[in-house]
């Protein structure tokens, strides 16, 4: 069930339900209890053009936007996958689509669209500093025509199953800058020449089966020409990325939601307890009724989050507020499922522990909800700083 934007986006819907739906239930369950990577599951994403839909046509892509990318990212989720294994593709391309050369796009694009490359990984997080990202202390050093990278990144994924990685790195000190956001850079960072030659890559088992790790630095040479912009930007550009990941993992977040309202309905149906449904006690039903009010809400504030990005409008107030509501709404929506389906929901054949742990993750990362109340009541509040 859907009431708002139902009639828009029917033929990706419907593309990507018919693609998603080879990938059942016990395809994702079975992918979580090896916490193994859906290989196959990405692969067709990619052969079916999905993962290039942010890439203009004279690249390969499809030329869409990201209101459509949410929308992809959407049904995925809303048909039980985890778009957590691919996404970092769609919002990874903003930063490199508006701010990356034109020898950057001619090298990489065309290779990401066709499946060739993935760049599925940005390094931003780092063990010491946290959500206080300006603080970083990993460095990336000109030293001729290439850049040395010494220092530490945490949380970082899809590393193992990416072969570029956007990286923020301070390449002037803190102490020299007048403004804490300057003095930033990115770099693409090719994975496949990094890995063993001066980069190394520790695995951390979480709680949900999401590919990331630990990284160090330790002498990394890259070339100077996979700076992307003009070096101390890249704080500004990685913002752009930002905006467009929160956007994504509302939509996520969204399909998450409306996973589980369906679920918790149809169980809520069919489930006899006292000879009746369970679904016809209003003690059930008000707390479904309310997570489908707060998804359906949610996707609004998306939408409009994606639109004002497609139009290159400031949406950093619309991309947080989205992620905010929609990661509240989809975790409403999973307590509701997990509490009405009763023991059942603990059984991993249902599936609902498994999406419950997986949209629990959003009220954390990419941004923790502390964060994006922090930046309303600052920002757009005009509230005292906090910090
Ligand atoms: C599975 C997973 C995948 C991830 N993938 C990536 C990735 O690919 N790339 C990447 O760069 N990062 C990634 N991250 C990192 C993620 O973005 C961070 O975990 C997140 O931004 C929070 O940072 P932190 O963990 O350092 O928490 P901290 O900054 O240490 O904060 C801890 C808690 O304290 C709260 N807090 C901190 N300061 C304040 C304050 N001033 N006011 C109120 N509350 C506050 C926060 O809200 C949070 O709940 C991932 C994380 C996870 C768990």
Same mark, same amino acid.
């Given at each position: 069930?859907?009431?708002?934007?139902?009639?828009?986006?029917?033929?990706?819907?419907?593309?990507?339900?018919?693609?998603?739906?080879?990938?059942?239930?016990?395809?994702?369950?079975?992918?979580?209890?090896?916490?193994?990577?859906?290989?196959?599951?990405?692969?067709?994403?990619?052969?079916?053009?999905?993962?290039?839909?942010?890439?203009?046509?004279?690249?390969?892509?499809?030329?869409?936007?990201?209101?459509?990318?949410?929308?992809?990212?959407?049904?995925?989720?809303?048909?039980?996958?985890?778009?957590?294994?691919?996404?970092?593709?769609?919002?990874?391309?903003?930063?490199?689509?508006?701010?990356?050369?034109?020898?950057?796009?001619?090298?990489?694009?065309?290779?990401?669209?066709?499946?060739?490359?993935?760049?599925?990984?940005?390094?931003? #997080?780092?063990?010491?500093?946290?959500?206080?990202?300006?603080?970083?202390?990993?460095?990336?050093?000109?030293?001729?025509?290439?850049?040395?990278?010494?220092?530490?990144?945490?949380?970082?994924?899809?590393?193992?199953?990416?072969?570029?990685?956007?990286?923020?790195?301070?390449?002037?000190?803190?102490?020299?800058?007048?403004?804490?956001?300057?003095?930033?850079?990115?770099?693409?960072?090719?994975?496949?020449?990094?890995?063993?030659?001066?980069?190394?890559?520790?695995?951390?088992?979480?709680?949900?089966?999401?590919?990331?790790? =630990?990284?160090?630095?330790?002498?990394? =040479?890259?070339?100077? =020409?996979?700076?992307?912009?003009?070096?101390?930007?890249?704080?500004?550009?990685?913002?752009?990325?930002?905006?467009? =990941?929160?956007?994504?993992?509302?939509?996520?977040?969204?399909?998450?939601?409306?996973?589980?309202?369906?679920?918790?309905?149809?169980?809520?149906?069919?489930?006899?307890?006292?000879?009746?449904?369970?679904?016809?006690?209003?003690?059930?039903?008000?707390?479904?009724?309310?997570?489908?009010?707060?998804?359906?809400?949610?996707?609004?504030?998306?939408?409009?989050?994606?639109?004002?990005?497609?139009?290159?409008?400031?949406?950093?107030?619309?991309?947080?507020?989205?992620?905010?509501?929609?990661?509240?709404?989809?975790?409403?929506?999973?307590?509701?499922?997990?509490?009405?389906?009763?023991?059942?929901?603990?059984?991993?054949?249902?599936?609902?522990?498994?999406?419950?742990?997986? #949209?629990?993750?959003?009220?954390?990362?990419?941004?923790?909800?502390?964060?994006?109340?922090?930046?309303?009541?600052?920002?757009?509040?005009?509230?005292?700083?906090?910090?």
């Amino acid at each position: 069930m859907q009431t708002t934007h139902s009639d828009q986006f029917q033929d990706i819907r419907e593309a990507v339900r018919d693609l998603c739906q080879q990938f059942s239930g016990d395809y994702f369950r079975k992918i979580d209890e090896a916490r193994g990577y859906p290989e196959t599951f990405v692969h067709a994403l990619t052969k079916a053009g999905w993962l290039a839909a942010l890439i203009p046509q004279e690249y390969g892509g499809s030329g869409l936007g990201l209101t459509e990318a949410s929308v992809i990212m959407e049904e995925i989720n809303r048909a039980g996958g985890n778009s957590g294994a691919c996404h970092g593709q769609m919002y990874n391309m903003g930063t490199l689509l508006r701010h990356g050369s034109a020898q950057q796009k001619d090298r990489y694009l065309p290779q990401i669209a066709s499946g060739d490359l993935r760049l599925q990984s940005m390094g931003v #997080t780092e063990p010491t500093t946290g959500s206080d990202t300006t603080k970083i202390k990993t460095t990336a050093q000109r030293r001729g025509d290439r850049y040395v990278i010494n220092g530490q990144k945490v949380w970082i994924s899809r590393v193992q199953h990416s072969d570029l990685m956007i990286l923020l790195a301070r390449t002037t000190p803190l102490t020299d800058v007048k403004r804490k956001s300057e003095g930033m850079s990115i770099f693409i960072v090719d994975l496949r020449e990094a890995i063993g030659h001066g980069m190394t890559v520790q695995p951390i088992l979480n709680m949900v089966n999401h590919e990331t790790n =630990e990284l160090f630095f330790d002498n990394l =040479e890259i070339p100077a =020409e996979n700076l992307i912009g003009e070096e101390g930007q890249g704080f500004k550009y990685i913002l752009d990325g930002l905006n467009a =990941e929160r956007t994504l993992i509302a939509a996520e977040c969204i399909g998450d939601g409306y996973w589980f309202v369906d679920k918790v309905t149809a169980y809520a149906k069919e489930r006899i307890v006292f000879g009746r449904p369970i679904g016809q006690n209003q003690g059930v039903q008000f707390p479904i009724a309310r997570s489908f009010v707060n998804v359906e809400a949610a996707s609004l504030m998306r939408f409009e989050a994606a639109r004002r990005f497609d139009a290159h409008e400031p949406c950093g107030a619309q991309a947080n507020m989205a992620k905010l509501l929609a990661a509240d709404a989809s975790w409403e929506a999973a307590n509701a499922c997990l509490q009405f389906h009763g023991g059942f929901g603990f059984a991993c054949e249902y599936d609902v522990e498994r999406k419950f742990r997986e #949209t629990r993750l959003y009220q954390v990362a990419p941004i923790s909800t502390n964060l994006i109340l922090s930046y309303v009541a600052e920002h757009i509040l005009g509230l005292p700083r906090s910090f």
